[in-house]
């Protein structure tokens, strides 16, 4: 009897299963095999040049360099510090991931080199236990050499396949197009607020098109007066808008409440020009990502498995990949997955006080921002995250918190899914309680 993917569980029991452990993931490299490290170079990674401290396993500093952030000059140094190792293991440690540590993290991991990521934030609470108030970058490397050298719950650095990193880019930089767009928005009413208030409070302009198709050209109250309301709507229409004649009578609904010129009308219509203008640009480069991002994710091995589960579509699928790497490697557990992705809470506990639980601080919010929207979207078409939704809201839980309860559920499946490359199943439970 195959056992449903989803079923009802018990917060309680929820909460004691995150509270219990918290997975370390993979051994590091030095844990794997009997080798035992003898040399750790620590990585002060930055966007013109990076700092490097290599010291031993009696905390002795052996290098000290600076080294400009291109393939020569890294390859230098890979070369003096495999030397310093003189055939024993070198652990390499560095405080970015991405960015300025890109072409670094790809010389090491062809030069067969072990990389241990360790957070900015941890560098910084950690050089308060070391000497002098002092911040300098080879002060920084020495403590990321330091805690490289002393810590076991450090991640390796996993490469993505080239399809999760290709999604990475491209997600990342629609999220950016995105933030444009809602400043340009914003921009658009404060300007139409300095002289034309009745229009700027007409018209959603960040979902209707046909509005800002008018504002490129008819921006005033005597210019849409001008042209009048019959042949504003058949002006919308022959360039494709909907709801033509709804938008007409709205802009010269506004365009007659408002007989007065202000001083700030003649610059602010052509801002207002200007600004619609770049929205349009801006809607036309999200929709070519949109599809851009669609077809790449369809090319990854898991595509399928992924939308195969309630919740998830093709931007929320490649976001969820360009957050993990493509590949669940880098997550031994769900309940390690759910760490990362801030769905796992951590406890707070002194004393007698127990139960005291919260979101942990170091998370991946775009992956939870993606878990918690997929478990909201499939409230509207899986009958098993309604049940489990509506069940915690019956248990008094706010609707956040039941959203939140359903994305850690929906983590354990998805992981199981992705493990074994099983497309997504409704519990035969709430099938066969809808059928009858």
Request: hydrophobic share 40%; glycine share 6%; charged share 25%.
């Amino acid at each position: 009897m195959t056992r449903p993917l989803i079923e009802n569980c018990d917060i309680d029991r929820w909460v004691r299963t995150c509270r219990r452990s918290y997975p370390q993931g993979p051994a590091t490299p030095h844990q794997e095999g009997n080798s035992v490290p003898k040399l750790w170079a620590g990585i002060d990674a930055g966007k013109r040049e990076h700092h490097c401290i290599v010291i031993d396993e009696t905390g002795k500093k052996l290098l000290s360099e600076r080294v400009e952030n291109d393939e020569s000059s890294l390859l230098g140094l890979i070369a003096t510090v495999v030397d310093l190792g003189d055939g024993e293991p070198v652990i390499w440690a560095t405080d970015l991931n991405t960015g300025g540590a890109a072409l670094l993290i790809s010389l090491l991991a062809d030069n067969g080199q072990d990389l241990l990521y360790i957070p900015g934030r941890i560098i910084h609470h950690a050089s308060a236990t070391y000497r002098g108030d002092g911040k300098t970058d080879a002060k920084d490397a020495a403590i990321i050499a330091d805690q490289a050298r002393m810590r076991r719950d450090l991640q390796p650095v996993r490469h993505g396949d080239e399809t999760s990193i290709d999604l990475q880019l491209l997600t990342s930089f629609r999220t950016d197009v995105m933030c444009d767009r809602v400043r340009t928005i914003n921009r658009l009413r404060a300007v139409m607020l300095e002289y034309f208030p009745a229009l700027e409070r007409a018209f959603d302009y960040s979902k209707n098109k046909a509005a800002l198709v008018m504002l490129s050209t008819y921006q005033t109250p005597d210019a849409l007066r001008r042209i009048g309301r019959t042949r504003l709507q058949a002006w919308l229409k022959a360039r494709g808008c909907r709801n033509s004649a709804g938008v007409a009578s709205k802009a010269l609904d506004a365009a007659d409440a408002q007989r007065t010129t202000l001083a700030s009308q003649t610059m602010g219509a052509v801002l207002v020009a200007r600004l619609a203008a770049q929205l349009q640009t801006i809607d036309i480069t999200l929709a070519d990502l949109d599809r851009q991002i669609a077809d790449l994710f369809q090319q990854h091995a898991d595509a399928d498995v992924i939308l195969s589960m309630p919740g998830f579509g093709p931007l929320l699928g490649a976001t969820f990949l360009a957050a993990t790497g493509g590949t669940m490697d880098a997550f031994d557990s769900a309940d390690r997955l759910a760490t990362v992705a801030g769905l796992a809470p951590a406890p707070r506990d002194s004393g007698r006080i127990s139960g005291n639980l919260h979101r942990p601080r170091r998370f991946n919010r775009r992956l939870l921002r993606t878990c918690y929207l997929a478990a909201l979207s499939s409230l509207k078409n899986s009958p098993a995250s309604r049940t489990f939704y509506d069940r915690k809201r019956r248990e008094g839980k706010s609707h956040k918190q039941a959203l939140l309860a359903l994305a850690r559920r929906r983590i354990n499946v998805l992981w199981a899914m992705l493990r074994d490359h099983t497309p997504y199943q409704e519990p035969a439970l709430i099938r066969t309680s809808i059928t009858a």
